[in-house]
C-alpha cells in the first residue's frame, strides 16, 4: 500500500527557510492532490497547503507569503518551503495523501494516507 | 474564512459508553466534513468522510451525522483502543482546509 515518508532538517535557526521533502513509495504519485500539515506541541492540527501533480497549488492564506511547494513525479515526491522560520513555526510536519471518496455519485476529498511526521525545531 | 469549532474539547468515558462529539462551522459547508482520531506520537487517521461515510477498514461503532453548519461523530460503544483525540475537519473551501480544536477522549 500507498506510504509516505517525511525528510528534513530537524534543528533550524530562526529567519532560515524550512525544506521538507515527502516522498511516495508503494504507488505513483500522479494523480492526486498532497497535503502539508503542521501540529505544535501539544496543539492542534493545520494545514499548510496541498498541491496537485501538474503544479496546481493552494497555501492556507496564513502562511500564503512564506509557502512555496513544488512536485517532482520523476522521483515521486513533493517539497514544502516556508521562509523565514521563527520558533513559531516549531512543530511536527506531515505529508498526507488527500482523494475524492465518493458518496451519492458526488465526490468529497479526504486525507486517507499519512506521513509518520517528522520533527522541526526552531531555535537560536 | 470558515472557523470550526468542536465541543467538548475533552472528556472522560468508561469502557462501553456511548460518546458523542460536537463540530461546529461558522458557515454552511453542506456536508464537506472529515472526522480523523489520532493517538499519541501518531498521525491521524480517516474515520469518516462526507459527514457520514465511513472509511473503508473503519469499526461500524463509529458513524457521524449532520449537515450545514452542525455535525456530531458518535462512539456507539467505546473500546479501550478509542481513547484518543478526534479531530474535525471542513473540505469545503479550497483556500483553507481548517480542522477544529480537538476532542481528548480520556478514562474515567
Known amino acids: 500500500q500507498v506510504q509516505l515518508q517525511e525528510s528534513g532538517p530537524g534543528l533550524m535557526k530562526p529567519s532560515e527557510t524550512l525544506s521538507l521533502t515527502c516522498t511516495v513509495s508503494g504507488g505513483s504519485i500522479s494523480g492526486y492532490y498532497w497535503s502539508w500539515i503542521r501540529q505544535s506541541a501539544g496543539k492542534g492540527l493545520e494545514w499548510i497547503g496541498r498541491?496537485?501533480?501538474?503544479?496546481?497549488?493552494r497555501y492556507n492564506p496564513s502562511l500564503k507569503s512564506r509557502v512555496t511547494m513544488s512536485v517532482d513525479t520523476a522521483k515521486n515526491q513533493f517539497s514544502l518551503k516556508l521562509t523565514t522560520v521563527t520558533a513559531a513555526d516549531t512543530a511536527v510536519y506531515y505529508c498526507?495523501?488527500?482523494?475524492?471518496?465518493?458518496?451519492?455519485?458526488?465526490?468529497?476529498?479526504?486525507?486517507?494516507?499519512w506521513g509518520q511526521g517528522t520533527t522541526v525545531i526552531v531555535s537560536s | 474564512d470558515i472557523q470550526m469549532t468542536q465541543s467538548p474539547s475533552s472528556l472522560s468515558a468508561s469502557v462501553g459508553d456511548r460518546v458523542t462529539i460536537t463540530c461546529r462551522a461558522s458557515?454552511?459547508?453542506?456536508?464537506?466534513l472529515n472526522w480523523y482520531q489520532q493517538k499519541p506520537g501518531k498521525p491521524p487517521k480517516l474515520l469518516i468522510y462526507?459527514?457520514?461515510s465511513l472509511q473503508t477498514g473503519v469499526a461500524s461503532r463509529f458513524s457521524g451525522s449532520g449537515s450545514g453548519t452542525d455535525f456530531t461523530l458518535t462512539i456507539s460503544s467505546l473500546q479501550p483502543e478509542d481513547f484518543a483525540t478526534y479531530y474535525c475537519?471542513?473540505?469545503?473551501?479550497?483556500?483553507?482546509?481548517?480542522f477544529g480544536q480537538g476532542t481528548k477522549v480520556e478514562i474515567k
Open positions: 458557515q454552511s459547508i453542506i456536508i464537506y
Open positions: 498526507a495523501r488527500e482523494v475524492p471518496l465518493t458518496r451519492d455519485n458526488y465526490y468529497y476529498y479526504a486525507m486517507d494516507v
Open positions: 498541491i496537485y501533480t501538474s503544479g496546481n497549488t
Open positions: 462526507a459527514a457520514s
Open positions: 475537519q471542513q473540505s469545503y473551501s479550497n483556500y483553507g482546509y481548517i
